[in-house]
């Protein structure tokens, strides 16, 4: 069965300081796609990143980055210099090939960024 | 724009009074779904269409209803709606499916039920 932990609910971080977000998933198939969603105080759900099973590589897109390691089963995101505009909550997601075209979606971690 | 629209935002409703909510993509997208979002409990799938007249139940169907009849919209019914399903719910479609293709969301649906 496929399920995805996001085991900080909150984190309160100062302007500047770098933050990570931590997502550990579990599967039993060997292609999955794992995914990256921030929900703003707005409400609105944005998608940031989608991520196969096969490549492994991490990623940077501006102050964000992503580190994709299948030894550990994890899919962490990190912002770099963090700014008050990232606060937000961020869902870790992961679909199976096997699993249809099901989504399941982590218990999301609310990140406060102060100014 | 591209967007997927749903509506209302906002429904206060009692318990046992049938209600609709709507969900339409105007980008020509062969997959839709909708999530509801519950504190401590992330998004959870409740029913799925990868194409008109083809719909699929997620973790938790019960108590709800979809229909696919058109490719754009893709309605939520709650026939006889209880307390439990007050939540947040979201309709998203993508392209050809959620793996090879991102979800792209509605603002959301505000729903409480007394």
């Known amino acids: 069965a496929q399920k995805v932990t996001q085991a900080q609910t909150e984190i309160s971080v100062v302007e500047k300081e770098d933050v990570t977000l931590d997502c550990v998933y579990e599967?039993?198939?060997?292609?999955?796609?794992l995914f990256w969603y921030k929900q703003p105080p707005s409400g609105e759900l944005v998608f940031l990143i989608r991520?196969?099973?096969?490549?492994?590589q991490n990623e940077i897109s501006g102050r964000y980055s992503w580190n994709f390691q299948k030894s550990t089963s994890s899919f962490n995101f990190t912002i770099t210099a963090s700014q008050v505009v990232d606060s937000a909550v961020y869902f870790c997601?992961?679909?199976?090939?096997?699993?249809?075209?099901?989504?399941?979606f982590g218990a999301g971690t609310r990140l406060f960024v102060k100014a | 724009e591209a967007q997927v629209t749903q509506n209302p935002r906002y429904l206060i409703t009692v318990t046992g009074k049938k209600l609709t909510v709507t969900c339409s993509q105007n980008?020509?997208?062969?997959?839709m779904s909708w999530y509801r979002q519950d504190p401590g409990l992330g998004l959870r799938q409740i029913y799925y269409?990868?194409?008109?007249?083809?719909?699929d139940k997620g973790d938790v169907p019960e108590g709800y209803k979809v229909s696919r009849k058109e490719k754009r919209n893709f309605p939520l019914i709650l026939e006889s709606p209880s307390p439990n399903q007050t939540s947040l719910y979201f309709c998203?479609?993508?392209?050809?499916?959620?793996?090879?293709?991102?979800?792209?969301f509605g603002n959301g649906t505000r729903l409480t039920v007394t």
């Open positions: 998203a479609s993508s392209l050809v499916g959620p793996q090879q293709s991102p979800l792209h």
């Open positions: 599967t039993r198939d060997t292609t999955y796609y």
């Open positions: 991520r196969n099973s096969f490549d492994e």
């Open positions: 997601a992961l679909s199976e090939r096997a699993g249809g075209f099901k989504t399941i």
């Open positions: 980008m020509n997208h062969e997959y």
């Open positions: 269409s990868m194409n008109v007249e083809v719909t």
